[in-house]
């Protein structure tokens, strides 16, 4: 944005330039609305001076065309309320001679001035004057009714003279046919005859209804011509389809229901025949194939329960979507009919989830009381039947879907809506629990074996997560028993973990399941103790099992190893909660944790196991000294440590490239960590004393030795310690400051640190950098 030009004079050169562009565009405006005129015109005009660079000029506020139709607009209104007045003021004061001769002479005046301003090419005049024209035309109406035909009723009259203007108004305009606005009058005037007469002969909702829809059908075929007549069509046939559902809804039998049902059924047809004719208009194609629907379905309705009104009403839609197929139809007449099918499809599947979801949630009760051997009530919601016949007809639809139009989505939903009819069938129709839970194991396998061997990686997992939430609900359901407790969470187990060997299935599908069998597998063991009269923290011996197991079979486990281990883990974790109630307890399952966590360290894919169990004989070993009260835990950790030293220091003499972690980690943790456990709670300063001094040593000699365990395990150590035994004094000193001085003490720290932030970062990174070059 750099010029040569100092910044006044440059914005002097814009200023002037623009005012340049200003004056063009005003002359060209001018030229335009010559040319204009030239075309219009009958006789030439003189054309205006050559075309020069006129000179700058003020700027005008409004061009020529709009204040001309502004002017027009308020004289056409100052016109329009002169008329008013005069009808309704100065009308008595005539007589009828003389109210006929005005009003039929200023009509007919307003009415043919257009024609010679037409010509002389003032469109926008002619106009305006027609416009009053046309409103002198419904006062001559209102004076007509108010002295010819008093008697008459207001809406029969009204009906009439609506249907006479809409008669004239449409001649008139086909006469002119320049002008605009009297075929829109004519159109807004078509609106009202037929309801009025309907008002007029007192008719009932229904027959309404009917004035509305032909009113309707008679806007779609003048939107052929004029493209904003579906505008008002759409409003009176919404108007009128909306009565004719409430009928349909409110009728007692299905005698009182056709009437209603043939007013939908030729909502349907105008709807379908204005899309025929629009390709643009689909939604009205949409429209009335839910028409067609709700028109035939709605017959058998009062006879039926709603249940099974919603299931007939889904069989009316199904042959809407295999419009779909009937190339004979336009393409965008099937779009719409096809939607209007899924739509129905739709809201039958969201009926029947009304009836799936509280059978589903029902389970969770049981966790109340397990094993109490409640029965289940019979058909709860009194339409189990209808409910799985409209959810496995929805299923079905969305499965010819997918194939018709080869798309996975509507396969995803096939399979969940037939997984949810399937599976809350047994408990909608109120059936034994034996055969309930047989029922719903074999449409959970299915589920599962569809994951398994679906194509589609989407249907899939839809797939999955079907056989997934119908395995944790059933097992939930056999918490029940007993018996249906060790027999379902078994053969579930048994198929998750055939599942996971299952070998083309994709590798997702079988790690979920891998890890599913893992979980029963955890699950049986503690069922099996809750039989016995152990104690709940006993009952984590057995869970053991399955981490132990899983840690033992290790490579042969292949693909699906690592969500296993994972299981295991958590099951590893289950045990330990169990046994957190007694410390002793709790000490041997930490000891046993780290053996497994030992024996599968061995593997060389599985070294960093050795950390966890470590760190669990360490705990195993502190929760023992706990429980019997050790206030001197280095007379049992040093006899550790030294050994460990030991075996560290020949480690590092023979492998130089050991880690000092490796060699000397565990032995320096073992001493170090609980001391200081026990020294965080000492009063005495003998302990923190010795505590320190050890750890200054440590971190001494790692310096030294150039070793960065010793180094940042004693210094740790050794900052701890001296924040204890400094503890005391800073808050004595806290207590005997102002209020006011921590605070500002805190700001000027933070704006000290804000001020050298690089240099520090910098120095952090260097030390960060020795320190990872140490041993």
């Given at each position: 944005m750099n010029t040569p030009l100092p910044p006044a004079e440059e914005l002097a050169l814009i200023d002037r330039e623009l005012a340049q562009l200003d004056a063009r565009r005003h002359y060209l405006l001018g030229r335009r609305d010559w040319l204009l005129r030239l075309l219009n015109a009958p006789v030439p005009v003189s054309a205006p001076g050559p075309a020069a660079w006129p000179a700058a000029g003020p700027a005008k506020d409004a061009s020529a065309p709009s204040a001309q139709n502004v002017l027009l607009v308020l004289g056409a209104v100052l016109?329009?309320?002169?008329?008013?007045?005069?009808?309704?003021?100065?009308?008595?004061?005539l007589g009828i001679t003389g109210r006929a001769a005005v009003l039929g002479a200023v009509t007919a005046a307003a009415l043919a001035a257009p024609v010679p301003l037409l010509r002389r090419g003032l469109r926008s005049t002619a106009e305006s004057v027609a416009a009053v024209g046309l409103l002198l035309t419904v006062l001559d109406a209102y004076a007509l009714h108010r002295v010819g035909m008093p008697d008459t009723d207001p809406r029969a009259y009204a009906a009439g003279a609506a249907a006479?203007?809409?008669?004239?108004?449409?001649?008139?305009?086909?006469?002119l046919r320049t002008l605009r606005i009297p075929p829109g009058a004519a159109v807004l005037a078509a609106q009202f005859p037929l309801p009025l007469a309907a008002l007029a002969a007192q008719a009932g909702p229904?027959?309404?209804?009917?004035?509305?829809?032909?009113?309707?059908?008679?806007?779609?075929?003048?939107?052929?011509?004029?493209?904003?007549?579906?505008?008002?069509?759409?409003?009176?046939?919404v108007a009128a389809v909306l009565t004719g559902v409430s009928e349909s809804w409110s009728a007692a039998s299905a005698a009182e229901a056709w009437h209603p049902s043939a007013l939908l059924l030729a909502g349907a047809a105008l709807g379908v025949a204005a899309a025929w004719r629009e390709p643009r208009a689909w939604a009205a194609a949409l429209a009335g194939g839910l028409l067609?629907?709700?028109?035939?379905?709605?017959?058998?309705?009062?006879?039926?329960?709603?249940?099974?009104?919603?299931?007939?009403?889904?069989?009316?839609?199904?042959?809407?979507?295999?419009?779909?197929?009937?190339?004979?139809?336009?393409?965008?007449?099937?779009?719409?009919?096809?939607?209007?099918?899924?739509?129905?499809?739709?809201?039958?599947?969201?009926?029947?989830w009304t009836a799936v979801a509280p059978a589903l949630l029902a389970r969770v009760g049981v966790l109340e009381e397990v094993w109490a051997a409640t029965t289940p009530a019979a058909d709860p919601f009194g339409a189990g039947a209808a409910v799985t016949v409209g959810l496995l007809l929805a299923a079905g639809a969305a499965w010819w879907l997918s194939r018709v139009l080869s798309r996975p989505e509507p396969a995803a939903v096939a399979a969940v809506l037939a997984w949810a009819g399937l599976f809350t069938a047994p408990l909608l129709l109120g059936f034994p629990p034996a055969a309930v839970f047989a029922a719903q194991l074999a449409v959970t396998a299915g589920a599962g074996l569809l994951a398994l061997r679906s194509p589609d990686r989407g249907?899939?997992?839809?797939?999955?997560?079907?056989?997934?939430a119908g395995a944790a609900n059933v097992s939930l359901g056999a918490l029940d028993g007993r018996v249906a407790t060790f027999a379902v969470w078994g053969l579930l187990g048994a198929l998750c973990a055939a599942a996971a060997a299952y070998g083309p299935a994709a590798r997702w599908a079988r790690s979920g399941a891998a890890a599913c069998a893992v979980g029963y597998a955890t699950g049986l063991p503690a069922a099996a103790a809750a039989l016995t009269d152990l104690a709940v923290v006993w009952w984590a011996l057995p869970v053991l099992a399955v981490p132990a197991s899983v840690a033992a079979l290790g490579p042969r486990l292949g693909g699906v190893r690592?969500?296993?281990?994972?299981?295991?883990?958590?099951?590893?974790?289950?045990?330990?909660?169990?046994?957190?109630?007694?410390?002793?307890t709790l000490a041997l399952v930490l000891a046993l944790l780290g053996v497994v966590c030992a024996g599968a360290a061995v593997r060389p894919e599985r070294r960093v196991l050795g950390w966890a169990a470590g760190a669990l004989f360490v705990a195993a070993t502190w929760v023992r000294l706990a429980d019997a009260g050790v206030a001197a835990p280095e007379a049992y950790t040093l006899p550790v440590t030294l050994p460990a030293l030991a075996v560290g220091l020949l480690r590092r003499r023979r492998d130089p490239a050991a880690s000092s972690w490796t060699a000397y980690g565990p032995g320096l943790s073992a001493t170090l960590l609980p001391s200081l456990l026990a020294a965080w709670g000492d009063p005495d300063w003998v302990r923190p004393l010795l505590l320190g001094a050890a750890a200054l040593a440590v971190t001494l000699a790692g310096a030294q030795r150039r070793l960065q365990a010793p180094l940042l395990l004693g210094g740790g150590v050794l900052a701890v310690v001296a924040l204890h035994e400094l503890a005391p004094y800073v808050v004595q000193v806290a207590g005997a400051l102002p209020r006011w001085v921590p605070p500002a003490l805190a700001g000027l720290l933070l704006?000290?640190?804000?001020?050298?932030?690089?240099?520090?970062?910098?120095?952090?990174?260097?030390?960060?950098?020795?320190?990872?070059?140490?041993?």
């Open positions: 016109l329009a309320v002169a008329a008013l007045a005069f009808t309704l003021v100065s009308w008595g004061s006479v203007l809409a008669g004239v108004w449409a001649g008139y305009g086909s006469a229904l027959d309404l209804a009917w004035a509305l829809l032909a009113t309707a059908a008679l806007d779609a075929a003048l939107a052929l011509r004029l493209r904003w007549a579906a505008l008002p069509g759409a409003a009176l046939g067609a629907v709700l028109a035939v379905g709605g017959l058998p309705r009062p006879e039926l329960a709603l249940s099974w009104a919603v299931v007939v009403h889904l069989l009316v839609a199904l042959p809407l979507l295999a419009a779909v197929r009937v190339h004979a139809l336009p393409a965008h007449v099937r779009r719409g009919l096809g939607w209007a099918g899924a739509v129905v499809g739709a809201l039958t599947a969201l009926f029947g249907t899939g997992i839809t797939a999955g997560v079907c056989a997934l690592l969500p296993a281990e994972i299981a295991a883990g958590a099951a590893g974790v289950l045990a330990l909660a169990l046994s957190a109630g007694r410390a002793g704006l000290m640190v804000g001020a050298t932030y690089e240099k520090r970062l910098r120095d952090a990174r260097r030390l960060r950098d020795a320190i990872a070059r140490l041993g």
